[in-house]
């Protein structure tokens, strides 16, 4: 079993929609949560950085962590045709371990 | 946030060439970095973990003789291939952490083509 588990998708959304992505762990050690963007051929961004239970809210983005469930998600407020990218999560402790990148298209 | 640069953004060598790979924190102390490797559609898949000053700790299965790791200072690691095959080919990726490895920065990405 993977540390951290994500579906590579793809999925397609309209735009204005709201895009739900999610990871489970499975190492309860694990303190810190982040969701990156990664454009193609370019390197992951970080987007959100969280590190305990409950929302955090950055524009159109909004993180949550349920460290009870071992379970992190991103919403994507109105998604925008400029949002399609993969995105991965990302947890750690002492290094980090990412999830397995779910690509999002939003069509125009 | 902060600033990790890479370089090259790419490079194109013959085959049984070797290659190096520099990663540069510039507005911080990276006191780990990190090495993935990416294959078309596929995620990162870490390659080996630096800590400054200290010999790189490499994931199961990844050759340390062949991908050589220094991280000789808190701003720079390097990643050299070497005597590099067509296999080698693909997206290799730094990442830099402060102390305490909360949260990591990424540089651009090398694109590694092997001819």
């Known amino acids: 079993q993977k540390e951290v588990e994500q579906d590579p998708g793809p999925l397609s959304v309209p735009e204005g929609a709201i895009v739900s992505l999610n990871c489970t762990y499975s190492?309860?050690?694990?303190?810190?949560f982040m969701w990156y963007r990664q454009y193609s051929r370019k390197g992951p961004e970080l987007l959100m950085y969280?590190?305990?239970?409950g929302n955090k809210e950055d524009g159109r983005f909004t993180a949550q962590v349920d460290k009870s469930s071992k379970y992190i998600s991103l919403f994507i407020r109105d998604s925008q045709p400029s949002d399609s990218a993969t995105y991965l999560c990302?947890?750690?402790?002492?290094?980090?371990?990412f999830g397995a990148g779910t690509t999002v298209t939003v069509r125009a | 946030g902060a600033v990790v640069s890479q370089h090259p953004s790419w490079v194109i060598c013959k085959s049984g060439t070797s290659v190096k790979i520099e990663c540069r924190s510039l507005?911080?102390?990276?006191?780990?970095m990190f090495w993935y490797r990416q294959f078309p559609k596929q995620s990162l898949m870490l390659m080996a973990t630096?800590?400054?000053?200290?010999?790189?700790?490499?994931e199961q299965g990844v050759e340390k003789d062949k991908f050589l790791i220094n991280h000789a200072s808190l701003t720079l690691s390097t990643l050299t291939v070497t005597s590099a095959h067509p296999e080698d080919s693909s997206f290799y990726i730094c990442?830099?952490?402060?102390?305490?490895?909360?949260?990591?920065?990424f540089g651009q990405g090398t694109r590694l083509t092997v001819v």
């Open positions: 990442s830099a952490a402060g102390t305490g490895n909360t949260e990591a920065f």
């Open positions: 190492n309860s050690a694990f303190q810190y």
């Open positions: 969280t590190y305990s239970s």
């Open positions: 990302a947890m750690s402790r002492n290094k980090l371990s």
């Open positions: 507005d911080f102390q990276a006191t780990t």
């Open positions: 630096s800590n400054e000053g200290s010999k790189a700790t490499y």
